[in-house]
Structure formats: C-alpha cells, structure tokens
C-alpha cells in the first residue's frame, strides 16, 4: 500500500494570502496523483488531477506540481469559500487518500 | 450535469444486514466505473471498491475484500454497497462516486451527497 503524508495537518491563513499545501508519497506514483476539496457537510470535490491538470471548472487560483513523491497544492490567493479541508489521493497502486489539511482563517 | 443521488442515513443493530444505494443520472451509467469511499474522523477517507457496470468488473480494495459486496442494476443506473452483518465499526459516511474516465484505478468526480450510517445496539 502506497501512504500518503499530508502537511501541515492545519493551515492559518487569510483571505488573500497564499496557501502551500504539501503531500508526500511512500513510493512513487510517477504524477499519478489528485486534489480534493472537502467543505463541511458537503463531499469531497475533484480539484487537480495527474498532479498538475486542475478538474472541469477550478479556478485558476489552484495548481498543482510535482512528481515521484513530493507534491504541492498551491492557492494563490485565498478566497473566503477555500477554507475548508483538502486531501491529495494516488491510484499507482490501488487507491488511497492522505489525511488531510485544513486550511482555516487565521 | 452527472448527477449521483444516495440513499439516505440508517440507524442499524450490530448483525444485521444492510444495502445502500447510488443512483446515477445525466450521463451513460456504463461508460464509467463507480467507486465507495468511506470516511471517518478516525481514519479520513478509504476507497473501498469499484465496479464497472457494464459488464459488473468489481475490485476491492485488500481492506474491505470479504467485508462488504459492490453490485449495480444497469437497469436503474443504480450501484448498491451490502453488509452482510453489520459491526460497530462499520458506523461512517459512506460515498459513491464516478471515475472521470473510463480507467479502473481513477480519479473521482463528481460525488454522492453521502449515505451515514450509524450501528450501534
């Protein structure tokens, strides 16, 4: 099983600022890996894919990079509606999500 | 606009069984495989399994093989997660959602609203 390591577990930022968000594989995937965003109550939602190919209507302000097993989830400029929770996921080998970082107004 | 609907919360006893349903509409239900995630505060999320409704190609993950079966009816877009006998652990959000393409091993999007289910005697 591929683990996924997410950090930080929190992120404190405001609206405007830029958010890093980093997430590190056990074993490559190769860029065999997506963003999710998860609000409350709500289901996760398909942000990025193939590391950097951001899904059907995503805003602009996210991106994504990386490869082998260091990726990076970038929002340029935090909107109010960002804060909420965010999960990277690979599918080298079966599926799996990493943990999590939520990113909450500072 | 896909859309995948969800049956809804169930309070259930430990041993007893249970199914839940996801109904898909807006696209071609068999042109996609369809995913269970489960999530819980404990252990966030976890891909249980996929099937391929056209001809019912099901995978699970090492995790849930044995515990749960995926099934689907072509004839009502609808895929279905089953506990035989259900255990206190088994309480979480339970999520269907569509792979964005044809691939197995894929990327999911969009997503069911979510199905919780609570076991607890």
């Known amino acids: 099983e591929i683990v996924l390591t997410q950090s930080p577990a929190t992120l404190s930022l405001s609206p405007g600022e830029r958010a890093t968000l980093s997430c590190r594989a056990s074993?490559?995937?190769?860029?065999?890996l997506a963003w999710y965003q998860q609000k409350p109550g709500q289901a996760p939602r398909l942000l990025i894919y193939?590391?950097?190919k951001r899904a059907t209507g995503i805003p602009a302000r996210f991106s994504g990079s990386g490869s082998g097993t260091d990726f990076t989830l970038t929002i340029s400029s935090l909107e109010p509606e960002d804060f909420a929770v965010y999960y990277c996921?690979?599918?080298?080998?079966?599926?799996?999500f990493g943990g999590g970082t939520k990113v909450e107004i500072k | 606009e896909v859309q995948l609907v969800q049956s809804g919360a169930e309070v259930k006893k430990p041993g007893e069984s249970l199914e839940i349903s996801c109904q898909v509409s807006?696209?071609?239900?068999?042109?996609?495989?369809i995913g269970w995630v489960r999530q819980t505060p404990g252990k966030g999320l976890e891909w249980m399994g996929i099937v391929y409704p056209d001809d019912s190609d099901t995978r699970y993950s090492p995790s849930f093989q044995g515990q749960v079966t995926i099934s689907v009816d072509k004839s009502i877009s609808t895929a279905y997660l089953q506990w035989r006998s259900l255990k206190a652990s088994d309480t979480a959000m339970y999520y269907c959602?569509?792979?964005?393409?044809?691939?197995?091993?894929?990327?999911?999007?969009?997503w069911g609203q979510g199905t919780l289910v609570t076991v607890s005697s």
């Open positions: 807006g696209d071609i239900f068999t042109n996609y495989w």
């Open positions: 193939d590391a950097s």
């Open positions: 074993h490559s995937v190769r860029t065999s």
């Open positions: 996921q690979q599918r080298t080998i079966w599926l799996t």
């Open positions: 959602a569509k792979t964005i393409t044809a691939e197995g091993y894929n990327w999911f999007d969009p």
